[in-house]
């Protein structure tokens, strides 16, 4: 008698991600017939309403998708509405917060603990908006998002992303339209790496504070850099060809810093105007800069541009020159560093020979003298 050998081969079941497209948020939480749990991505062409808060409104709905999507993790929209800006509920009185509301952030007061609960949705991680030109404040803070895509957004509002610590790059593709950084838009946003911008044109205060990771920075339209927007970073280089004014604190305690090339886009003679320690203190000296020809101030030997800061005392401010590794020109085959005429800004103008250096304001006032030694 012969036996026969049954063999059961038992295959993996492939369960196949789920991408569903539906008109309205409303048409998705309601189709009776979808198995959300399959869900992973939802594609949303238009969304009702203009705030977090109001009856009628659908944007609240997306803060909270995963409570009816166990297993998104991406969102798509394609409005052409702005994102709103975050919504805050008071008490009675008028001045005590009680909540505030995002597209995916969210804290409520907690009578019990005296603290605000962090509500932020973490089940995010890629969300785009190809046609949305606006995204209002805090509109990521604290998520979960590892990825955007924003081709058509203009303007950020304040902390729109701060404090996400899963984003690690920005790609030039992503905000390919964007110029204006909000305030603190990525404020403590401590995995960034990389991050670059083709348009923008300025940088908000504090835009990348204490984004320790931050090693590459691309900002080449910029022109003017606010307080604090690089501070405790990791930069290695920074190129601002189009920058005219930087604020207090920019890269301050950036102690990786080695090269910082500064106006080298400009066409005519263009001034560079410091504010308050942009660079704090002993940073410089380890630096190589590059400056144009028609950059202005023009430097004085390694010395280039105003340390600017309060003494403590008064209005007493220490406005010494910053000293740099080494000084390098684009624009012009040899320097002349004798007997020339310099303008250093703020109507002050300098005479530099081999035995002496003159400083006079606009008038021809002589209003220092310093005689060199040998």
């Excluded at 004014?245 to 886009?265: D, P, Q």
């Excluded at 010395?303 to 406005?319: F, K, L, P, V």
Aim: charged content about 25%.
């Amino acid at each position: 008698m012969k036996k026969i050998m049954i063999i059961l081969l038992l295959l993996p079941i492939i369960v196949r991600a789920a991408t569903e497209e539906y008109e309205t948020i409303t048409d998705a939480l309601t189709d009776p017939w979808l198995d959300r749990s399959s869900v992973t991505k939802l594609i949303i062409k238009d969304i009702a309403g203009n705030d977090y808060i109001s009856e009628n409104s659908e944007w609240k709905y997306i803060r909270i998708l995963d409570e009816y999507f166990p297993n998104i993790e991406e969102l798509e929209i394609l409005t052409d509405q702005d994102i709103p800006d975050v919504d805050l509920v008071f008490e009675e009185n008028g001045y005590t917060l009680k909540a505030a509301y995002g597209l995916f952030y969210c804290e409520e007061w907690n009578d019990s603990t005296y603290l605000y609960d962090n509500k932020s949705s973490m089940w995010i991680k890629h969300f785009s908006a190809p046609n949305v030109r606006y995204i209002g404040g805090d509109a990521f803070s604290i998520s979960g998002i590892e990825s955007v895509y924003f081709p058509s957004v203009v303007e950020v509002a304040d902390y729109a992303f701060s404090y996400c610590h899963y984003i690690t790059h920005i790609k030039e593709e992503d905000f390919a339209s964007l110029k204006i950084m909000g305030h603190a838009m990525f404020y403590c946003s401590e995995s960034i790496i990389s991050a670059k911008f083709k348009k923008v044109e300025f940088v908000s205060d504090l835009c990348f504070y204490r984004c320790y990771s931050l090693t590459e920075f691309d900002i080449l339209e910029a022109k003017i850099i606010g307080a604090y927007a690089f501070q405790f970073t990791n930069l290695v280089s920074v190129e601002l060809p189009k920058a005219t004014e930087l604020l207090g604190g920019n890269f301050a305690y950036c102690y990786s810093l080695r090269s910082v090339s500064i106006g080298t886009g400009f066409e005519e003679e263009t001034e560079i105007k410091f504010k308050d320690r942009v660079f704090g203190e002993n940073i410089t000296e380890n630096v190589e800069l590059t400056i144009s020809s028609n950059t202005i101030p023009k430097p004085i030997g390694n010395a280039w541009n105003y340390r600017i800061a309060w003494t403590g005392e008064g209005d007493n401010y220490d406005t010494s020159l910053y000293i740099w590794k080494t000084v390098n020109y684009v624009g012009i085959k040899e320097y002349e560093k004798t007997d020339n005429i310099y303008y250093l800004g703020d109507n002050k103008y300098m005479i530099e020979n081999a035995e002496i250096i003159e400083l006079y304001d606009i008038m021809g006032r002589r209003v220092e003298k310093n005689t060199r030694k040998r």
